[in-house]
DNA sequence: GTTGTCTATGGACAAATGTCCTTTTTTCTG
DNA sequence: CAGAAAAAAGGACATTTGTCCATAGACAAC
């Protein structure tokens, strides 16, 4: 549930030693802070160091839909970075969250020159494809206790480290439908 | 809900022309013939020169799931592409289709020497994204009418092109309530 | 024409999920 | 510690959606 690319982190953090060509700068959020705004501009790309957020936004009859949890290693912002439209979603610190920030320009130089991140970034992008595609399937094909079954099996300590409410966002399912499948999880007599 | 993409579209069609280099080669499929096939190995790239294909592949339960249709430049294989699992889903003409090949070496290839193709296949994953995004959060919180009306706003034609069933399982949603929701439409009193 | 297969349509009922509210528990803040 | 605010839990009912049929039309094969 909270995506990792340990692969990319271990290159960022290379290039991105002091010493190095210095493109990236490092940036922190303490928890509830707001990294993107959807709707508002975006001129970098990040990764996350360390930490985790949470990635959402809200649809016009007012529902909140979560997109992802990103947690070392993954990278956001890259939507928007091949045009001039606003953030698609809001990015919001979870836990304290430490970020390299590279600006849109930078980034774009830098995938020309280095073919390494070129791939990486690529690798990134299909990996995320990939995860959104059977996530979308599994949660579309399957009923509400499946879905937490798979979620906890992913993550047992799940409901201790994430509200309930963003949970249920995640699953596309309402705070009191969560409730009762965890009721009848547990509950069996 | 057919993808196109004419940007690549037209980018394909003049590097692969007669006496530039010939990376690509031409295919054809009959209606219902299986380009991929879920759980097999793939070996290339495809672009979409002509007709339009559906994407879609079996869960574990017995449901299918459309993940697109596909039509003018519009591209897959590129999931496989860096490494060697097998296809995740089928792909399936639904007309007669023509279409640009190519070995995932020679793509890779090319996507170091042609910075162009490099930036339009990043853009093209990252349209990708967005897009079954914004797909997956709208069939999660809309009701089966909402994602007709929707369908039908893009697509007027929709029902005499695919036939019933594929539609409801694009929408994730069973061929009865699909019929209910069409009743509901256009039966008003 | 007859048979068989596939698609479309819809009735009747069961099951899943959402809506609306109330109560309890936990966490935060002064 | 008191009080307010947020998160969790769940009762009762309405609505939506799925399941399981049954029927009817279109088309192909023989």
New interface residues.
Partial sequence: MIRHNKELFDYIAEISRPGALQHFTACSFAPGAHILTEGKKVFSVYIIKSGFVKCY?H?E?G?T?I?EFFGEGELFG??E??DDTAS??TVEAIAQVDLYKISKQDFLLL??KD?KL??L???T??T???Y???????????TIPEKLDRLKSRMPDLTEVIPKQDIADYL?ITLRALNRAIKGMTGAV
Avoid: D, V
């Avoid at 959104?132 to 399957?142: E, G, I, P, T, V």
């Fill in positions: 936004f649809t009859n529902g839909f997109q890259e939507i970075l091949l698609y979603c995938l020309e073919e070129n791939r970034f690529i690798k992008l299909i995320k494809l990939k959104k595609a059977s996530r979308h399937s599994y949660n579309q094909l399957h596309g």
